[in-house]
């Protein structure tokens, strides 16, 4: 297997970061703007909807989300495939998400992951932010976060959920890279 983001010399996203500012698209005039959850703890799923493992990705956050909206969670997903705004209507339909999911075009999507267009890109991508809007954790489709993905995302969340929640967010200065 090719490890492309995190080893071999490639530019790995650093964690923890700030996020910068990402939208996520529910119709051709609504959407959500990462800003505006500020004070929850965000899980932030990046997927295809024609990508079969985020499919079965979709009932693990659904529990997450149950779990653990009561505690200050929000879980939130964004397709950014080609035409995704198209499929997103079917995919929810089909797959259920009990949490906001819409659409995001591809180029911000590799912004906001650091990572470069010239390489490949594995889905599903789930992202963890903590209240004050800093990635704390980042892990792509071929991550072995996704061996046992159910017990990982739930440590995850419950590792985010420890962090004070007036800590400051680390700055550019405070980055360190991920290791895997």
């Known amino acids: 297997m090719l490890w492309l983001v995190w080893a071999g010399g490639a530019q790995a996203a650093n964690v923890p970061r700030q996020a910068g500012e990402f939208v996520v698209k529910f ?25 079969p493992h985020c499919q079965r990705f979709v009932p693990t956050l659904n529990q997450a989300q149950r779990e653990y909206g009561p505690k200050g ?36 999507v590799l912004e906001f992951l650091q990572h470069s267009p010239m390489m490949q890109l594995y889905v599903p991508i789930v992202l963890g932010i903590d209240r004050q809007g800093a990635v704390r954790a980042q892990h792509t489709g071929d991550d072995p976060f996704f061996e046992n993905e159910q017990s990982n995302l739930r440590a995850m969340i419950e590792n985010l959920l420890k962090l004070p929640a007036g800590k400051a967010s680390p700055g550019s200065a405070a980055n360190k890279k991920s290791g895997r």
């Open 27 to 51: 119709s051709p005039s609504g959407e959500t703007l990462l800003s505006s959850l500020r004070g929850k703890v965000v899980v932030l799923a990046l997927v295809s909807t024609t990508c």
């Open 73 to 108: 969670v929000q879980v939130i997903g964004a397709a950014f495939n080609p035409m995704a705004n198209m499929y997103v209507p079917d995919f929810i339909k089909q797959f259920r998400p009990e949490f906001p999911f819409g659409w995001s075009p591809r180029e911000p």
